[in-house]
């Protein structure tokens, strides 16, 4: 809603108004109506900074909206360190010597030992002397590998392993103490993590095991079958507040603006074509904004100009070599400065009657292969990793269906659990399956306590939806062109009323905002609310937060994003976006037949059809033969009954000699048969 709010303002920015449309046809020979293209900016006689700079504000406020508005607030992984600590006397380590808590991190630092270093773990030292585990003094900590290894911290209990010269030192000191004594070693030499009292020493005596394992004759015990030892996995509702204020800030900044439009706006006549229908009422009641002798040319075709020369000493000289470009410009056409281009200037400009008609993307030109480019770029590269995922879960599959489907007694060890839980569990926890927060697979890891995490995992939850929200636009802006196309040529055959937003009246409608009608718009927002919801459960971050709050003194709590995704999601959204991708190439190809001139929002041909439309009746109004002229048969619109087009007729339309009748007496009171110009709290000049 936000979003379908500021594209409401854009259009009023970027809309002419009826005082401009003259203007900006004589210089830039047409421009669109009904889009919020920026590029209509450069199209305004006056203030166009300022409405260049509002048009920025609405975007640059925007931007957070799709960047920032699925980050800032959602629930986050929490682990706390064990809090049930286990003593085991044992006659020696042996082999387990030096070794932490797992064999995985023992391998991490097999480089470090064979230099002659003992990774020393505080975290197991302060826990054999004090009774607390504490993660902010774990040597996985110092290593950054907290995440690798507290990842699997689903045991309650810890227990500590040690030898008979260590038993009088155990539970014997507090936090404080350790810190200010046994823990100011000098870091540089070999045994800088080598934590010792007396004859007991972290690692020689003393060796700590994350499952509540007492080791026997070199080798650890089965976990304790308790309920006590297994911990609970803890979740927490996170707000970043970094993103929450900017997103307010830009939200606040976006509302302001709108509610200042809104008020300055109280009580004044609208101006801005925002609809076709506005612009053919504004020629209607205005003459001077009509294009004569134009009644049958396409829009954006090719227009005749009108260059009147003034002539100047340093190239105008007799015996000048003349243009052999342009409508009879003249001659001395280096220096451009002394040109004055017209080009609405009403030139007799014929056209044949035919049926046939270019497509969309004929119109558009370079700017629809462009739009296409990004689209297919993006349906491609969504198929190559849909189609690489596939190949992948159909590996996993059979490699599961190779070691499970079998007699029990044949099966693994080490698959027996993976076998029980079945493959539709074992294919969830590799891919993900729908994505969310607790049924993602990870991809990879960002580097914890970094504020560039922070951003890159703003930029993964939401980039692909901030890209699709661009590839959305474009998608609006062809539906525009072609609604309005469809109901443009509809007029040729129906008589109906205008839809307009800057006069009133019995003769006109007001049935929905803007362009798109309900029938499509609402579909359209429909789909584009499940694509954003895909892609967001396609591709994410999750965060995992350690905390260690035992030591008030210094509480520690470090933070992680993992890179999660989900495979149906990407498949599903990649089907989505392939039908867009169709969708799309069917809009640049549409055409319609039929002797009405293309419109696709053209300003420039709406004007050229209202030279004999007088007024605006409740029945509504209709194009087709308007008879015939001094030279050529004339088109248009009229209140009255048409005649046929004839094919293969040459059209021209009546110029300015022939329309002096066509204005009504009402026209000197400012009010054209059959509407009244609106006043309404809105007013469109921003």
């Known amino acids: 809603m936000v979003l379908g709010m500021s594209n409401t303002y854009q259009q009023l920015i970027t809309s002419l108004s009826t005082s401009e449309l003259r203007w900006a046809l004589s210089k830039h020979e047409d421009s669109r109506v009904g889009t919020n293209s920026p590029f209509n900016i450069n199209h305004k006689k006056t203030k166009r900074v300022q409405a260049w700079c509002q048009w920025l504000l609405l975007i640059a406020t925007s931007l957070p909206v799709h960047f920032l508005a699925n980050s800032v607030i959602g629930p986050s992984v929490y682990y706390e360190p064990p809090q049930n600590v286990t003593y085991f006397p044992v006659e020696e380590l042996g082999s387990y010597q030096f070794s932490l808590y797992n064999s995985s991190l023992y391998s991490s630092l097999s480089k470090e030992l064979a230099k002659g270093e003992v990774p020393g773990d505080r975290a197991c030292w302060l826990a054999f002397r004090t009774g607390h585990y504490s993660i902010s003094q774990s040597r996985v900590h110092a290593a950054n590998g907290l995440g690798i290894e507290l990842r699997e911290w689903t045991s309650n209990k810890v227990a500590i392993n040690y030898t008979q010269p260590c038993d009088e030192y155990r539970k014997t000191a507090s936090v404080t103490d350790l810190r200010n004594k046994e823990f100011n070693t000098d870091f540089s030499g070999p045994n800088a993590t080598l934590f010792s009292i ?152 014929p056209s044949i009657a035919i049926k046939y008609k270019k497509s969309l993307i004929a119109n558009l030109g370079g700017t629809a292969v462009t739009q296409m480019g990004i689209l297919m770029i993006s349906s491609c590269a969504m198929f190559g990793i849909s189609l690489m995922l596939a190949v992948a879960v159909g590996a996993e599959a059979a490699s599961f269906k190779e070691s499970c489907y079998m007699p029990k007694e044949k099966i693994e060890s080490d698959w027996i659990p993976t076998c029980e839980a079945g493959l539709a569990h074992h294919l969830k926890y590799h891919f993900g399956f729908f994505g969310g927060f607790d049924i993602a697979a990870a991809l990879g890891n960002l580097a914890m306590n970094s504020v560039g995490s922070e951003i890159a995992a703003f930029a993964i939850s939401n980039g692909a939806q901030l890209l699709y929200s661009l590839i959305y636009l474009l998608l609006i802006y062809n539906f525009t062109l072609i609604t309005m196309e469809h109901d443009w040529g509809k007029l040729e055959t129906v008589r109906d009323r205008l839809r307009c937003t800057i006069v009133e009246g019995e003769g006109f409608k007001q049935s929905y905002l803007l362009q798109l009608p309900k029938r499509v718009l609402y579909p359209m927002m429909g789909f584009s609310a499940l694509m954003h919801w895909l892609l967001g459960q396609s591709i994410s971050t999750k965060e995992t937060i350690w905390s260690d709050q035992s030591d008030r003194a210094h509480p520690f709590e470090a933070s992680r994003y993992d890179i999660v995704y989900g495979a149906y999601a990407i498949w599903l959204s990649t089907v989505l976006m392939l039908t867009q991708t169709g969708i799309c190439w069917w809009a640049f190809t549409y055409s319609r037949e039929g002797f009405m001139p293309q419109m696709y929002g053209s300003i420039r041909a709406c004007c050229a059809a209202t030279t004999d439309l007088k007024s605006f009746p409740r029945a509504g109004i209709q194009w087709g033969d308007l008879g015939e002229g001094k030279k050529f048969r004339h088109a248009g619109f009229s209140s009255d009954d048409v005649g046929e087009i004839v094919p293969a007729e040459l059209y021209c339309g009546r110029g300015s000699e022939e329309d002096d009748s066509r204005i009504p007496d009402d026209k000197e009171d400012g009010q054209h048969a059959g509407l009244r110009k609106r006043r309404t709290p809105m007013s469109q000049d921003s």
């Open 198 to 349: 007396g004859a007991c020493g972290y690692g020689r005596d003393v060796a700590c095991d994350m499952e509540g394992r007492r080791l026997h004759e070199n080798f650890y015990s089965d976990p304790p079958d308790d309920s006590d030892g297994v911990g609970q996995l803890k979740c927490r509702l996170s707000v970043r507040m970094s993103a929450a204020i900017i997103l307010a800030g830009c939200l606040t900044v976006k509302a302001v603006y709108m509610i200042t439009i809104v008020l300055r706006g109280r009580r004044k006549i609208k101006t801005k074509c925002l609809t076709f229908g506005d612009v053919i009422a504004a020629s209607a009641i205005e003459p001077d904004l009509q294009i004569r002798n134009e009644c049958m040319v396409n829009a954006f075709d090719g227009h005749r100009h009108l260059v009147q020369h003034t002539c100047h000493p340093k190239h105008c000289r007799p015996g000048a070599e003349r243009s052999e470009t342009g409508d009879s410009i003249g001659h001395c056409q280096k220096c451009t400065k002394f040109n004055e281009v017209n080009k609405a200037a009403d030139l007799v400009h």
